[in-house]
């Protein structure tokens, strides 16, 4: 009997400590969540006024947490001055063949030499290589990387975001791999290049970082499908449908979904960086339609993306999107409301986002449906800003605990900016 007693003593303690440390998630309906909903990404942070008197906020204190994707080199997407005057033509001298050995390409607007290390008649893709830097890659498997690139990169990207448009009708992908002048940065797509003009390439290719090549074959086939994502993402929009460019912040989304497929670490590794939250940007309201091209940002826009796949069940959703005349937040409401009639405003949609990341649920829009055990952000904590306003960017969002027996007396202060919209537990069905 006292053995039994004892076991029960164990127990209740271990079930105290457990409930003790998740006393950082919100206890069932004990939370208030603030979100700007704005759809403008240059739009102004806005106040969410004065926040309820008695709440608890959070020091920011790490904990000895590790972000995985600190040491991570970023994508890049680069901005594409004028290119809207640039019009749509198709004036384009031939495209490169695999008889073409050497080219001189453009690269940060300066022409260099490449050689031609991968591709032939039957190839998806030419891959050119930095003349001057060869030497310094003589034992990479160019071969190794071409095939991959053709058997598996190519089928799967195409296969969920359409295919590119071929502007130098030459039916090859180029890709470009140079030594950056910044090594933090990974690869990037230039939009510019699909035009022809006399400081362009005009052509279908991307950019990859020559020391990226040391990654490992997952992280570096993850990292080729981002940019090329962004190939078939821009050349589709841009020519086939005559839209505008995507929005940085959905284009990225759409991006590191392309490398998580690829790339299955990508999805643990942003999961871990979001519950660790080292900076504590995520508590703090990072903006998911703002965009500032930060580790976090790309952290947040592939957790959105995930978030939309788990709620169609599919990945057609992304295809649409693309094809879709709005770059931004109206595309993401177009197909999204197709899935669910709760989905019936970007303002919806976001917020249901944000409360999902709190793990309340399994099911439902304010849920990772069948995919909500594996988004579990252990961490995910309340604000650890003591002040009584806060401001946010487009598309930001932070919770504080606050119990549910009183949030029926609570409301958004009329100072409050006119995007940012309050959820209460309560409200959550």
């Not at 019009?87 to 050689?115: E, H, M, N, Q």
């Not at 965009?291 to 959703?317: C, E, K, N, V």
């Not at 990772?368 to 594996?374: G, L």
């Amino acid at each position: 009997m006292k053995r039994n007693l004892f076991f029960l003593l164990i127990l209740c303690i271990t079930l105290a400590c457990e409930i003790e440390s998740n006393q950082i998630l919100t206890n069932g309906r004990d939370f208030m969540l603030y979100v700007n909903v704005s759809e403008d990404p240059e739009s102004s942070r806005q106040s969410t006024g004065i926040l309820p008197a008695v709440y608890e906020s959070r020091s920011l204190v790490a904990g000895g947490a590790v972000d995985p994707m600190a040491s991570r080199p970023r994508p890049d997407r680069r901005e594409r001055p004028g290119f809207e005057s640039f019009g749509v033509s198709r004036a384009f001298a031939t495209g490169l063949t695999p008889s073409d050995k050497t080219a001189k390409l453009y690269v940060d607007r300066i022409k260099k030499d490449f050689t031609l290390m991968y591709g032939d008649a039957s190839s998806e893709v030419l891959i050119y290589a930095e003349t001057s830097r060869l030497s310094s890659y003589a034992s990479f498997n160019w071969d190794a990387l071409g095939s991959r690139f053709d058997d598996s990169i190519y089928p799967t990207v195409t296969g969920v975001f359409g295919d590119y448009e071929d502007v130098d009708e030459n039916e090859k992908v180029v890709m470009i791999c140079y030594q950056m002048s910044e090594d933090n940065i990974a690869g990037y797509f230039w939009a510019t290049d699909l035009q022809l003009s006399s400081s362009t390439n005009g052509m279908d290719a991307f950019f990859i970082n020559l020391p990226m090549l040391g990654y490992n074959t997952e992280s570096l086939d993850g990292l080729i499908a981002h940019e090329f994502q962004h190939l078939v993402n821009g050349s589709r929009r841009i020519f086939r449908n005559n839209n505008l460019e995507m929005e940085a912040w959905l284009d990225e989304a759409l991006a590191e979904y392309a490398a998580f497929l690829l790339d299955g670490n990508i999805k643990s590794d942003h999961i871990a960086s979001y519950s660790a939250d080292v900076s504590g940007v995520f508590r703090n309201g990072l903006g998911l339609v703002s965009w500032d091209g930060d580790m976090p940002d790309y952290t947040l826009s592939y957790l959105f993306a995930a978030y939309l796949r788990a709620q169609a069940g599919s990945d057609d959703i992304f295809k649409s999107i693309i094809d879709h005349e709005s770059p931004g937040a109206a595309a993401v409401l177009n197909v999204m409301k197709a899935v669910d009639t709760e989905f019936n405003s970007f303002s919806k949609i976001i917020t249901a986002f944000r409360v999902a990341n709190l793990g309340i649920k399994t099911s439902g829009i304010y849920s990772y449906e069948s995919d909500s055990a594996d988004f579990k952000f252990n961490n995910y904590e309340p604000t650890s800003v003591a002040r009584l306003t806060h401001r946010l960017s487009a598309g930001g969002a932070f919770y504080i605990n606050y119990p549910v027996s009183g949030q029926s007396g609570v409301s958004l202060p009329s100072t409050a900016g006119k995007n940012i919209v309050l959820i209460k537990g309560s409200d959550i069905d």
